[in-house]
């Protein structure tokens, strides 16, 4: 049984900093990618970053570009988000989720989600 599941959300204050990680079990992790997405109230599902099975490749949506940043440890079958500079428009959901291929920024792309966790920027 594949099992995604997120930590590292909460509140925190314009400006501050957060680590999200996503623990993953049933997956051979190495041949997945792995993706961040959020979700505020009300709004679609927005694509954040993603990295390859090697973690070689990454790409990143424009509204993380020079913000967050992606990685992964293969010997932990974890990835994790690294998001700073936080603003109150970042308030949502974040869900990981997994890849069989390397795909796009859509989530019809990916086969395996987690159940998200908050995460809550006050001004």
């Known amino acids: 049984q594949v099992k995604l599941v997120e930590s590292g959300g909460g509140l925190v204050q314009a400006g501050g900093s957060l680590r999200l990680a996503c623990a993953t079990s049933g997956l051979s992790f190495r041949g997945y990618t792995m993706g961040w997405f959020r979700q505020a109230p009300g709004k679609e599902r927005e694509f954040l970053a993603r990295?390859?099975?090697?973690?070689?490749?990454?790409s990143y949506a424009d509204s993380a570009k020079g913000r967050f940043s992606i990685a992964r440890d293969n010997a932990k079958n974890t990835v994790s988000l690294q998001m700073n500079s936080l603003k109150p428009e970042d308030t949502a959901v974040y869900y990981c989720?997994?890849?069989?291929?390397w795909g796009g920024g859509r989530p019809d792309d990916y086969d395996y989600w987690g159940q998200g966790t908050q995460v809550t920027v006050s001004s």
């Open positions: 990295i390859s099975g090697s973690g070689v490749l990454t």
């Open positions: 989720a997994a890849a069989s291929t």
